[in-house]
């Protein structure tokens, strides 16, 4: 079955940095694009970044744009997020997301930035 797997959140402190990695298994990796999302406390699951089938194009909220960057590695069935200049306001739960059959989702990973 299609399996997500998040890892790598934490406590980091404002203006640090963390790469988050989400291992796919289950599908065929190469042939689907991929998102993360995040949730914090109160508000609504939000898009915060997309990646093509290739990697070629990629799209980002406007919260994030110029200090997160999205990437994967199609050999290791795994997408990335390279998240920098941290703010309290990316403090959230994490999502990895993929559309094969209804859509399918990781089990989440916190991210906590506060100093």
């Known amino acids: 079955q299609v399996q997500l797997v998040e890892s790598g959140g934490g406590l980091v402190q404002p203006g640090g940095s963390l790469r988050l990695s989400c291992v796919g298994s289950?599908?065929?990796?190469?042939?689907?694009?991929m998102r993360w999302y995040r949730q914090a406390p109160g508000k609504e699951r939000e898009l915060v970044a997309a990646?093509?089938?290739?990697?070629?194009?990629?799209n980002y909220a406007d919260s994030v744009k110029g200090r997160f960057t999205i990437s994967r590695d199609n050999a290791k069935s795994t997408v990335y997020l390279q998240m920098n200049s941290l703010k309290p306001e990316d403090t959230a739960v994490y999502y990895c997301?993929?559309?094969?059959?209804?859509?399918?989702w990781g089990q989440g990973t916190q991210v906590t930035v506060s100093s």
């Open positions: 289950g599908f065929i990796f190469s042939i689907y694009a």
């Open positions: 997301y993929v559309g094969v059959s209804s859509g399918s």
């Open positions: 990646i093509g089938r290739s990697g070629g194009s990629t």
